[in-house]
Nanobody
């Protein structure tokens, strides 16, 4: 069983930066891809970024392209989300997710393993 644990959330002023971490534990961690989603109360969980584990291919939602960078540390089974130029509208709970499948990578339903989430709050 794979467990994902997010960390690095917090309160930051607009224009600031945060780096989120997603650490995997459990059986040998070799997912097809790992992604970050975010969710605000009353709204659906929303795709932010994905990284393919074997090739480090990445893809971003338009709203975070050029501000967020996803990366991975194979040796430590950790995926990072570097968030720069943060805006108040980036305020949300951020979740990492992992999948063994090769499709539906932009959708919540495409992922089998989820972390518990970490709160990011951006003040204006």
């Amino acid at each position: 069983q794979v467990q994902l644990v997010e960390s690095g959330g917090g309160l930051v002023q607009a224009g600031g930066s945060l780096r989120l971490s997603c650490a995997a534990s459990g059986r040998t961690f070799r997912p097809y891809a790992v992604a970050w989603f975010r969710q605000v109360p009353g709204k659906e969980r929303e795709f932010q970024s994905v990284i393919r584990w074997s090739t480090s291919w990445t893809y971003y939602a338009d709203s975070v392209k050029d501000r967020f960078t996803i990366s991975r540390d194979d040796a430590n089974n950790t995926v990072y989300l570097q968030m720069n130029s943060l805006k108040p509208e980036d305020t949300a709970v951020y979740y990492c997710a992992a999948t063994l499948r090769e499709y539906a990578l932009l959708y919540v339903g495409g992922y089998d393993y989820w972390g518990q989430g970490t709160q990011v709050t951006v003040s204006s």
